[in-house]
C-alpha cells in the first residue's frame, strides 16, 4: 500500500473533537504556538511571579485560569494564574524538563525519574503513573528537555529513552503500543536516536523529530518520522543530514521543522519529501511558531530571529537579538513572543522579547535574572514564561 493511499484509507476514521479540547505543549496537536488569545503588546508590569527551588525548562501551559508547569526541584506546579498563588504541587523523583498536557480534567508530564505521571488537574492527586523501561539522560549540554505528551482520541503518547514510543491509554495509563525506533543508516555504529520533541498528532498520524549525538565523530544525525496513531506502525521516514530536537510544525499539507546544523524544512506531510529547505544558522534548537501563511524562528548562533513565507521558505524580516535563542516563540498573530538563553555566557540571559510579527519592530523587552529555556504561554494580555532563575514571570 502506498503512503497516500493510507492516508485516504486511513485518517478520516480519527474524530476531531480532541483537537482543540486539550492544552499541551506548543498551544495544540499540531504545535503552531499559535494562541487564540491575546499577549500584551506593551509592557506594563510584571503581574505576578511564582518562585520554585530550581531552574524551570518547562514550558508553562494553560487551563482553566490555571498555569501547570515542571521544574529541576523534582515538582510539579498549579499555579493561579490571575493571582499568581500555589494551587497545588506534586513532588516526583526527577527534575521536570517536559510540558505537561491536560485533556479531561487530568494533566500529564513526564519526570526525569522516568515516569508519566497523570494527576487530576484540580488537585493534584494522583491518578496513574507508568514507568518507562528506558533510562533518558542528557546526551550533551544543549539537551535541554524531555518529550512533551501530547494526548488525542483517549491516548496519551510520548518520546522515551532510547529510541522508545510510547501510546497510553489516557484514563488508566495501560500500554497500548510501543515502537522501538532506530537511525536510518546508522544501525551499526551503536547511535540511538532520543525523542526529546513532542509528537504533533494531527489525523490519526503522529509527527516526531528524532536525534542521534556522537559527539566525538562529529556526527548529529536525525529524522523526521510518521507513525500510524492506532498501530505505532511507521508510514514513512524522512532521513536528514542533522539532528530535530524542536517538535514538528503540522499544517493542512506540509511539516515545517529546524535541525542542529541551522537548516530549517518544509516537507510534504504524506510523503516525507522535502518541499523547500533554507539555511538559517546553526542551532535551531527549537520548535517553530506558524500563523496565517508566516513562520517564526529563533537561531542559536546567528543571534537572530526571523519571519518566513511558510511556501517558499523566504525571509520576510530578520531581527538581531543580542543572544542565543534557543527556547520556542510563540504568537497571538500579532505579537511574536520569544526570549534568550545561552548557557555559555551571563550576558543578555534571560531577555523577554516581543516584536510586531507583521514588521519584526521591537515592542517591548524584560530581563529575568536566569537564562530561558522555557516557552512562553499568552493568556488574555499576560505572557507566562519560566526561566533558570527559578522564578515563573506573569507580565502584562
Not at 497516500?4 to 506548543?26: I, L
Not at 500579532?334 to 523577554?352: D, K, M, P, Q, S
Not at 524584560?366 to 505572557?383: F, K, R, W
Amino acid at each position: 500500500m502506498s503512503m497516500k493511499q493510507w492516508f485516504s484509507k486511513n485518517s478520516m476514521g480519527f474524530s476531531q473533537r480532541n483537537q482543540s479540547d486539550a492544552s499541551m505543549f506548543r498551544g495544540n496537536l499540531k504545535h503552531t504556538g499559535w494562541y487564540d488569545t491575546e499577549g500584551p503588546r506593551e509592557f506594563h508590569q510584571v503581574k505576578w511571579r511564582f518562585q520554585t527551588n530550581d531552574r524551570i525548562r518547562s514550558s508553562p501551559v494553560i487551563a482553566k485560569q490555571t498555569v501547570y508547569f515542571g521544574s529541576d526541584d523534582h515538582n510539579f506546579y498549579a499555579v493561579n494564574t490571575i493571582t499568581g498563588e500555589l494551587k497545588w504541587s506534586y513532588q516526583t523523583e526527577g527534575a521536570i524538563k517536559s510540558s505537561a498536557a491536560i485533556a479531561n480534567e487530568t494533566v500529564y508530564f513526564l519526570s526525569g525519574d522516568e515516569k508519566l505521571y497523570a494527576l487530576n488537574a484540580d488537585d493534584g492527586a494522583l491518578k496513574w503513573s507508568y514507568m518507562t523501561e528506558e533510562k533518558d539522560d542528557p546526551r550533551d549540554p544543549v539537551d535541554y528537555w524531555q518529550s512533551s505528551p501530547a494526548v488525542a482520541d483517549g491516548i496519551v503518547y510520548f518520546g522515551a529513552g532510547e529510541g522508545s514510543f510510547y501510546a497510553l491509554y489516557a484514563d488508566h495509563g495501560e500500554l497500548v503500543w510501543k515502537k522501538k525506533l532506530s537511525l536510518c543508516g546508522y544501525e551499526n555504529e551503536g547511535l540511538v536516536p532520543i525523542l526529546h520533541s513532542s509528537p504533533a498528532v494531527d489525523e490519526g498520524v503522529i509527527y516526531m523529530g528524532l536525534s542521534g549525538y556522537d559527539l566525538s565523530a562529529q556526527k548529529e544525525p536525525g529524522h523526521v518520522v510518521a507513525l500510524d496513531a492506532k498501530s505505532g506502525e511507521q508510514i514513512w521516514m524522512s532521513p536528514l543530514v542533522s539532528a530535530v530536537d524542536g517538535s514538528v510544525v503540522v499544517d493542512d499539507y506540509t511539516l515545517y521543522f529546524g535541525t542542529r546544523n541551522g537548516g530549517l524544512y518544509a516537507i510534504d506531510k504524506r510523503t516525507g519529501q522535502v518541499v523547500w529547505h533554507s539555511d538559517i544558522a546553526p542551532y535551531l534548537l527549537g520548535s517553530l511558531a506558524l500563523v496565517g501563511d508566516t513562520l517564526f524562528s529563533g537561531s542559536s548562533d546567528s543571534h537572530m530571529f526571523v519571519s518566513l513565507d511558510k511556501a517558499t521558505g523566504e525571509k520576510k524580516w530578520m531581527f538581531p537579538t543580542l543572544d542565543a535563542i534557543h527556547a520556542s516563540p510563540s504568537t497571538d498573530g500579532r505579537t511574536v513572543y520569544f526570549a534568550l538563553g545561552n548557557h555559555y555566557t551571563e550576558e543578555n540571559h534571560g531577555l523577554i522579547y516581543a516584536v510586531d510579527a507583521e514588521t519584526g519592530g521591537q515592542l517591548w523587552t524584560y530581563q529575568t535574572e536566569g537564562n530561558i529555556y522555557s516557552s512562553p504561554a499568552l493568556d488574555h494580555g499576560v505572557v507566562i514564561i519560566g526561566s533558570d532563575d527559578g522564578y515563573l514571570y506573569a507580565i502584562e
